[in-house]
């Protein structure tokens, strides 16, 4: 047990470490990782190539490492580089958030940039009402909708450090604030030529027919997968996707089946020759929500932010349990 006021010698040494390190090394590290080529970084740094080469020399002996590594014509990134990448940006997105906290939040003359991790299918659904909503309200800021990846969600506490939100629906993340934004529900895509189901899909049509499936990972799955294994019946899965949006594509013309959400159920078309049918076990409905990390509760842009998102999804249109059409008002 640790006495006394002090910190402990760990963090003592750690802050030693960065009162004698030259933070703008971070910037410099960055565009390196991202451009693996000295002169590219420094164009992007709008900075000499000389300024950039001696900074890479410093980071080099700070992490006794090459970081850059010559392959042919070309440099690659070494092991140890690889897994700077994704810290580098945490780090320098949580810097950034650190000097633009304000106690007051104008949108109207922000210059900031807000960075949601979204799944394709959260941008189908959000991303047109949401970047006009932002647009109106913050015409100078910039909305970043980048694509998570299964890490991004398992690790979702330590990735929202850097980052404003994460979209996913609910039963993937923990002990996290969260903001629901709207409901949805699973829906089974069988292609409009597939004989083997009729007018409505079975349990035994699920268990015999090839699925086309999302990520195929024992955390990755979609809650309505998960229940599906409740009755017994494990998808034999036949093509893995990491996003929703092929997954018409990979059904029409085949006997494949798959889940797909309502919202973009209902963007189907009558000469996509699908079929959109009710699943036949009682899936749980999908509420997908914002998370992010509790250092910005209290943050008034990042109030701003849930503000905006939670209206925008409370216009979004009813959508019908049924077939994913949209319901008429």
Same mark, same amino acid.
């Given at each position: 047990?640790?006495?006394?006021? /002090?910190?402990?010698?760990?963090?003592?040494?750690?802050?030693?470490?960065?009162?004698?390190?030259?933070?703008?090394?971070?910037?410099?590290?960055?565009?390196?990782?991202?451009?693996?080529?000295?002169?590219?970084?420094?164009?992007?740094?709008?900075?000499?190539?000389?300024?950039?080469?001696?900074?890479?020399?410093?980071?080099?002996?700070?992490?006794?490492?090459?970081?850059?590594?010559? *392959?042919?014509?070309?440099?690659?990134?070494?092991?140890?580089?690889?897994?700077?990448?994704?810290?580098?940006?945490?780090? *320098?997105?949580?810097?950034?958030?650190?000097?633009?906290?304000?106690?007051?939040?104008?949108?109207?003359?922000?210059?900031?940039?807000?960075?949601?991790?979204?799944?394709?299918?959260?941008?189908?659904?959000?991303?047109?009402?949401?970047?006009a909503a932002f647009a109106a309200a913050a015409p100078q800021a910039r909305l970043r909708l980048s694509p998570h990846r299964p890490d991004d969600v398992a690790g979702a506490a330590e990735r929202l450090r850097g980052v404003d939100g994460l979209?996913?629906?609910? /039963?993937?993340?923990?002990?996290?604030?969260?903001?629901?934004?709207?409901?949805?529900?699973?829906?089974?895509? *069988?292609?409009?030529?597939?004989?083997?189901?009729?007018?409505?899909?079975?349990?035994?049509?699920?268990?015999?027919?090839?699925?086309?499936?999302?990520?195929?990972?024992?955390?990755?799955?979609?809650?309505?997968?998960?229940?599906?294994? &409740?009755?017994?019946?494990?998808?034999?899965?036949?093509?893995?996707?990491?996003?929703?949006?092929?997954?018409?594509?990979? *059904?029409?013309?085949?006997?494949?089946v798959a889940l797909l959400q309502g919202r973009l159920a209902a963007r189907l078309r009558p000469d996509d020759g699908l079929r959109v049918l009710p699943c036949p076990f009682a899936a749980s409905k999908l509420v997908e929500a914002m998370w992010?990390?509790?250092?910005?509760?209290?943050?008034?842009?990042?109030?701003?932010?849930?503000?905006?998102?939670?209206?925008?999804? &409370?216009?979004?249109?009813?959508?019908?349990?049924?077939?994913?059409?949209?319901?008429?008002?």
């Open positions: 047990m640790r006495t006394g006021a /002090g910190p402990p010698q760990e963090e003592r040494a750690g802050a030693a470490r960065l009162v004698n390190l030259d933070l703008n090394l971070l910037l410099s590290l960055r565009a390196l990782l991202a451009e693996r080529n000295v002169t590219r970084a420094a164009a992007a740094l709008g900075l000499s190539q000389p300024a950039v080469s001696a900074a890479l020399a410093r980071l080099r002996r700070h992490f006794g490492d090459e970081l850059l590594t010559r *392959v042919g014509n070309r440099y690659e990134l070494t092991a140890l580089a690889a897994l700077l990448v994704d810290r580098t940006e945490t780090a *320098v997105a949580g810097i950034e958030r650190v000097f633009s906290a304000a106690p007051d939040f104008d949108p109207a003359a922000t210059t900031r940039e807000f960075t949601l991790l979204v799944s394709d299918y959260a941008t189908g659904v959000l991303g047109a009402p949401l970047a979209l996913v629906p609910h /039963g993937f993340v923990d002990d996290l604030p969260y903001l629901d934004l709207y409901t949805d529900h699973w829906v089974v895509l *069988v292609a409009a030529s597939n004989e083997r189901v009729g007018e409505t899909v079975t349990l035994d049509d699920l268990a015999a027919l090839p699925w086309v499936t999302v990520y195929h990972r024992p955390t990755a799955f979609t809650p309505a997968a998960q229940q599906l294994r &409740a009755h017994g019946i494990e998808p034999r899965t036949q093509v893995v996707v990491e996003s929703f949006a092929p997954i018409p594509d990979l *059904v029409a013309g085949t006997d494949r992010w990390h509790p250092t910005y509760d209290a943050d008034p842009a990042h109030r701003w932010l849930r503000a905006l998102l939670a209206d925008v999804g &409370a216009n979004l249109p009813t959508i019908s349990p049924m077939d994913g059409a949209p319901q008429p008002e």
